[in-house]
């Protein structure tokens, strides 16, 4: 079992900038696709962005292409959501994922974080 801590949400202005971390329990961080889906009240989660096991490469819903960007460092055992130019409808909880293989529908998930709240203002 592999348990994901997420930290760094909290409410900005639309515009500006807020970097999510998340870090694994165990120390097999680099052995995990990782990603991050979003839900809003009301709505399903939807996926945001994943990024694979150390290509860097990241994939990016199309709702946040160009505007939010994923990254991570094995040797610290973390992942990081870098968005910038925030919008009110960006507004939702936040949650890490971790995956044997890049996943980009909540059903394909295998281990979920607690999430953290991201509120955008207007």
């Known amino acids: 079992q592999v348990q994901l801590v997420e930290s760094g949400g909290g409410l900005v202005q639309a515009g500006g900038s807020l970097r999510l971390s998340c870090a694994p329990s165990r120390r097999t961080f680099s052995t995990y696709a990782m990603g991050w889906f979003r839900q809003a009240p009301g709505r399903e989660r939807e996926f945001v962005a994943a990024i694979g096991l150390s290509d860097g490469y990241g994939y990016y819903g199309d709702n946040v292409k160009g505007r939010f960007t994923i990254s991570r460092d094995n040797a610290k055992n973390t992942m990081y959501l870098q968005m910038n130019s925030l919008k009110p409808e960006d507004t939702a909880v936040y949650y890490c994922?971790?995956?044997?293989?890049?996943?980009?529908?909540?059903?394909?998930?295998?281990?979920w974080g607690q999430g953290t709240q991201v509120t955008v203002s207007s």
């Open positions: 994922a971790a995956s044997l293989s890049i996943v980009t529908t909540a059903q394909e998930v295998r281990y």
